[in-house]
C-alpha cells in the first residue's frame, strides 16, 4: 500500500492541480514545500509555515543524521514531534549534502564514506542507511539515495552516475518493502543528457515508485537546459503519480516546470535570499540593502496580504539588513515564503480555471516591470 | 503639563502598583521595558512583543543616532512609526552608550564628544542635542543626559561626576521647556555614596521632573550595595512621580526592588540571554547548551502560558542552541520576555492583594529550587 495518493482535479495543458493525500494531511499540488534544513525552516515559527499555506516541508537527512542524529531523534518521538510540526514532511536521502557539504567523500557501488563538515567524523550512507535513517526520522515521504553529478559533465560520468542511481533505486524498492503509511520516491538522474533521462524515468517506472523526482538539474544549467530535460522527461513518467523537481528554484523555474506537468518543488531561496536581505514580490527580487530604500516610508507592497510586506516601510527593512538584525532575515524570510505560497496558490486556482497562460503572463509582466518608481 | 501621570491603585509595604497615563497609552506599574535597541527588541515581532504583556519598549538614542539617524526616522514619521510600534516609547538620552561602546570620547562641561563605533566619525552629545535628538525620534518619555561613572570609584569623582548630572539636569528641564504631551525624567547618581545620593535626588526634585531614575547602578557592585542605595534614594523622590531603575536587571533584583519602591526597569538580559542559549524559567536561569538537555523530551515548563515554553522540547531547544540556529534565539529570547512579563503582572497583582512578602517568597523558593530532576 502506498502512503500517498494523487488525485488530480484540474488540468491545463500539460499543468496539472489536486490533493496528493498523506496519513499525516493532504498536500495541495502544485506545492512549494519550505526547506527546513537543520529541523527548522530558518528564521521562522513552524505554526507561521504552516499558516502561510506550507501543507508540508522538506527536512536534510544529512544535517539531521549529524546533528541531532537519527536515533535520538527517533527517541524523542520522530521528526514530527522533534521540531513541532505535525503535518507532512518529506526527507531527502542525504546524498546530495554529502556531495556539496562534505569533506572526504568517497564513492563505491555499495554507498558513500565521508567525513562531517561539522566534526571530521566518518560516516557512512547506503540507499539502505538512508531509508533507515529516514524511518527513524518518520518522515512521510523518503528520497531514494541517488548520486548527482554537476554539470556541464563528460557523457560517460553522466551514464555511469545515472546507472549506479538506477541500481541504488532497485536496493531502496528492496528495502522499503513492507513499510506502511509511509512513501519512497525514486530520482531521475541523466544530466543534460536526454535519452540518458528517458531511460532512468523507465527504469524507476519499471521498479515502481510512489512518486518520481527529477534530480541533477538546476546545478549551474541555463534555465533553457533544465526546461527542455523537463520537456523530455515528464511524459516518461507514470501520469498517476507526482512529479517532484528537487531544489527548484526561482519563481519563473518554477512556474516554467508547473505549465511542463511537476506537482512538487523545494528550494532554500527565500529563506536563505530573506537572511541575505533580498525580497521577492510581485515587483521581482528586490535587495533591502540598497542606499535607495534607506529613506522610503513605503511598505514592500501595500497590496500583499502578509504583513512583513504591509505593515513595515522599506526603510526599516533597510535599516534592519544594514545593521544585521535577526529582524530583517525574520521579516524578509517570511514574506518571501509568504510570496512563494501565495504564488503556488495562484497557480492553483489558475489551473482549476484553465487560466494558466494567463496568470503566467500576468506574473512576469510583474517581475519584469520591476520595482515601484523611485520617490 | 507633564506628559504623564502615575495613578497608584495599591501599595503593599514599600511596594506599590498602579498605571502610568500617557499619550499612547496606559503603562502598568511595576513595568519592565523590553529593550529595543537599534529599533528592534532583538530576534521579536514588535506585536508579540506587546502581547506578552509589555505596556512600553525602550529605545537607545546612541544607537538610533548613529543608524539610520535621528532626522531620517522624524522624516519618516517618528520612531514609533518607523519601528511599527504605536504604543508607548521612553528613550534614554544616548549617554550610557557613549561611555561603553564609544571610542574616543571627551567628557567637557558642555557634553561628550566621541566616535561613533560603527565607523568612526566624530558627533557630539550635549544634554540640549540628546532632547533634540529624543523629540525628533518623537518619544514619548526623554532621559536627561547624564554621567555615570563605573563603580567601585573614588568618593571625589563620584561627587564631581553627580553635580556635572545636575547641571546637565537643569540645562535640559530649561531646553524641554514648552514640550507638550512628552514627559522628561531627571536621573540620580551618587554612585554607592548614600549622602551624594540625597543630594542628587533632593537637587532634581527641586528642578522637577515628570519622573526621576536611578542610574549608575547594576554596574558591577553587590546586590547589597544597590539595594542599600535604593533603600536610601527612593524616600528621596517625590512620591507622586514614577521611579525608574535604569538598565536592571535579573529577576531576583527586581523583585528587590519593586519592594523598595520602583515603578520601572528595562534590561536587555531577556533578550541577549535568550540568543546567548540562556532560558529564564520559575526555576531559575538555564543554559540550553548543556549536554544534559540533549535528550529530554520535556518542554521548559509545561505549567508556563506560553508557546515556547510549552512547545518544543528541551532537546530540541539545545539542538537548535548548539546548530546555531536563529530559531533557538528566537524562541528563547520569546520565552524569557514571557516570563519576565510573566513575573511583573504577578508583582502587580500581589500588590494589589497586599501579599507581595508571599508572592516573593514564592518566586525565590522555585530559583533556589533548581530545575526539574534529571530524567
Not at 183 to 203: C, E, K, M, P, T
Amino acid at each position: 500500500m502506498s502512503g500517498i495518493d494523487l488525485a488530480v482535479t484540474a488540468v491545463d495543458g500539460r499543468a496539472r492541480t489536486g490533493i496528493l493525500a498523506t496519513p499525516r494531511g493532504d498536500v495541495r499540488t502544485p506545492v512549494f514545500m519550505p526547506v527546513g534544513t537543520a529541523g527548522t525552516v530558518k528564521a521562522m515559527y513552524p505554526d507561521q509555515v504552516h499558516a502561510l499555506g506550507s501543507d508540508i516541508i522538506l527536512g536534510n537527512t544529512y544535517h539531521l543524521m549529524l546533528r541531532p542524529g537519527a536515533e535520538r531523534v527517533a527517541a524523542l518521538g520522530g521528526l514530527h514531534v522533534f521540531v513541532n510540526w505535525p503535518w507532512p514532511i518529506l526527507t531527502d536521502s542525504g546524498g546530495f549534502q554529502v556531495m556539496s557539504l562534505a569533506a572526504l567523500r568517497k564513492i563505491d557501488e555499495d554507498g558513500v564514506t565521508f567525513r562531517s563538515h561539522l566534526d571530521g567524523s566518518v560516516h557512512r550512507l547506503t540507499p539502505e542507511r538512508s531509508l533507515e535513517i529516514q524511518a527513524l526520522l518518520d518522515s512521510d515521504i523518503h528520497m531514494q539515495l541517488d548520486e548527482c553529478v554537476a554539470l556541464p559533465a563528460e557523457r560517460a560520468e553522466v551514464e555511469r552516475s545515472m546507472r549506479l542511481s538506477l541500481r541504488w533505486a532497485e536496493r531502496s524498492k528492496q528495502a522499503f518493502a513492507g513499510t506502511e503509511g509511509r512513501a519512497l520516491f525514486g530520482i531521475v538522474q541523466g544530466g543534460d543528457q536526454h535519452d540518458l533521462r528517458v531511460v532512468s524515468a523507465g527504469g524507476l517506472a519499471a521498479i515502481g515508485f510512489d512518486g518520481y523526482a527529477i534530480g541533477g538539474l538546476a546545478v549551474g544549467e541555463p534555465q533553457e537546459v533544465m526546461l527542455a530535460i523537463l520537456d523530455t522527461t515528464v511524459p516518461a513518467l507514470p501520469a498517476a503519480r507526482p512529479r517532484y523537481l528537487m531544489g527548484v528554484g526561482q519563481p519563473d523555474d518554477i512556474v516554467e516546470a508547473v505549465r511542463r506537468g511537476v506537482d512538487m518543488f523545494d528550494c532554500v531561496l527565500p529563506t536563505r535570499a530573506g537572511r541575505h536581505g533580498v525580497a521577492y514580490t510581485r515587483f521581482g527580487r528586490l535587495n533591502m540593502k540598497n542606499a535607495r530604500h534607506a529613506d522610503d516610508p513605503r511598505p514592500l507592497d501595500e497590496a500583499a496580504g502578509w504583513p512583513p510586506a504591509r505593515d513595515y516601510s522599506r526603510a526599516y527593512l533597510h535599516h534592519l539588513v544594514k545593521s544585521g538584525e535577526s529582524l530583517g532575515g525574520m521579516l524578509l524570510s517570511w514574506n518571501n515564503l509568504a510570496y512563494y505560497q501565495h504564488l503556488m496558490a495562484g497557480l492553483r486556482a489558475a489551473i482549476s480555471a484553465r487560466q494558466l497562460d494567463d496568470f503566467v503572463a500576468r506574473a512576469k509582466e510583474g517581475w519584469a516591470g520591476g520595482d515601484l518608481p523611485e520617490l
